[in-house]
């Protein structure tokens, strides 16, 4: 019984845990939100009192959210002065916004999550499917950002120089497709650096669509990008010397037959780079925090949306390389290898 009463005690703690990291999620949206960790970003220790005249606040409110920032360890307090300090290493974590690790939008998602709890609830029940454009907004405005930073730092610099010979060709010229755009900041991260290639994204959804062109716009590249409505099974077009997925064909309902237009659609010597979410082949080979977010947003959103589209295969944010590959395989491609990893992303290259 001791035992017993050890273990569950030791279990609670981890549940209350977890319990104050969601109450948590909320405080790092208000923070965001308000400014209020830009604020004190590199300004030394600083008053409740002075921080919310640099943010324009009311003290109380803003005392309360800093006890709550210094008792989770994400800012530090000084007792004898009764000021807080933002550590500098978390400003890349916390203010900086053009940071790779920069987390505030990160916590749109599990937002969106609880508005759509009773389309979950409903989808357990009957097997059926939640679209992506069913979701709340802060799904798709959550997401977009909170990527947009891990490909501004990986995708140019990391991730196409590991495929063979496509650095080279996008440098003369290439044309490229983006499947499943989103919000449009990897064909823009390309376009940027690529000048003398043309960029085509594809998306199903009509606000991201709209956001992408805006992006595209205020980024300088509208002339040699542009975005489409399409399927990933039936988007236009063919010759193309890249095809790219982004975090996205996991989601798709028929991955093999959006793998088999791929293999149409791509120039005899293209390439076709699929970037998936972080995961090894089996459950065990995914414990950790990782692990844990990507399969319970893979619950709600990922399965929810392939559900929804004809098929509905659920491959789920963890498939891992193996099943990828299967994917692949299985839709004509001839090799497949997974060319990198990061902590967040693994990205496999397929050569017809």
């Given at each position: 019984m001791?035992?017993?009463?050890r ?8 549940a209350?845990?977890d319990l ?10 208000i923070g965001?939100k ?11 220790p ?8 640099r943010?324009t ?17 994400y800012?530090?307090?000084?007792d004898e002065?009764?000021?807080y300090?933002?550590p500098p290493?978390?400003?890349?974590v916390?203010?900086?916004e053009?940071?790779p690790?920069?987390?505030p ?5 599990p937002?969106?999550m609880?508005?759509d709890?009773?389309?979950a609830?409903?989808a ?10 069913d979701h ?5 405005c959550g997401?977009?950002?909170l990527y947009?930073?891990g490909?501004?730092?990986s ?6 120089p ?14 490229v ?7 449009g900041?990897?064909?823009?991260l390309?376009?940027s650096?690529f ?11 009509a ?5 992408a ?5 205020a ?5 040699r990008?542009e ?15 890249l ?12 991955p ?20 998936e979410?972080?995961?090894g082949?089996?459950?065990?080979e995914n414990?950790?925090p990782?692990?844990?977010v990507?399969y319970?947003?893979?619950?709600t ?8 589209e ?14 990828l590959t ?5 839709a ?19 050569r017809?």
């Open positions: 001791a035992v017993q009463e273990t569950t005690e030791a279990f609670v703690e981890r209350v845990a104050a990291a969601c109450y948590g999620g909320v405080m790092v949206s965001h308000l400014g209020l960790y830009r604020a004190l970003a590199g300004q030394g600083l008053s409740s009192l002075e921080l919310a005249a943010t606040t009311e003290e109380r409110y803003v005392r309360e959210w800093l006890n709550s920032q210094v008792v989770a360890g800012i530090d307090y000084h002065s009764e000021t300090e933002l290493e978390h400003v890349p916390l203010a900086d053009e940071s690790v920069f987390m939008p990160g916590f749109e998602i937002a969106s609880w508005f709890q009773e389309r609830l409903e357990f029940r009957t097997g059926e499917g939640v679209p992506w454009a709340d907004s802060r799904l798709q997401v977009a950002a947009r930073n490909y501004r730092a995708l140019v610099p990391e991730w196409l590991s495929l063979d010979g496509v650095v080279e060709k996008l440098e003369r010229g290439a044309l497709a983006d499947v499943g755009s989103g919000h900041h990897s064909t823009v390309m376009a650096a000048p003398r290639s043309r960029f085509v994204g594809f998306d199903t959804h606000e991201s669509i709209e956001a062109r805006a992006h595209a716009e980024a300088g590249v509208a002339d990008v975005f489409q409505a399409a399927d990933a099974r039936s988007y236009p077009g063919t010759g193309y010397d095809i790219c997925f982004f975090d996205c064909l996991h989601d798709l309902g028929d093999v037959g959006a793998a088999q237009r791929a293999h149409e659609a791509l120039a005899d010597d293209g390439t076709l780079m699929l970037v979410p972080y995961a082949d089996a459950v065990t414990l950790g990782i692990g844990r990507y319970s947003a893979s619950t959103i990922c399965v929810a949306h392939s559900r929804s004809e098929v509905g295969l659920a491959l789920g944010a963890q498939a891992g390389p193996a099943r299967d994917v692949l395989l299985e004509g491609f001839r090799s497949v290898s997974c060319v990198h990893r990061t902590p967040f992303n693994i990205v496999l290259e397929a017809r």
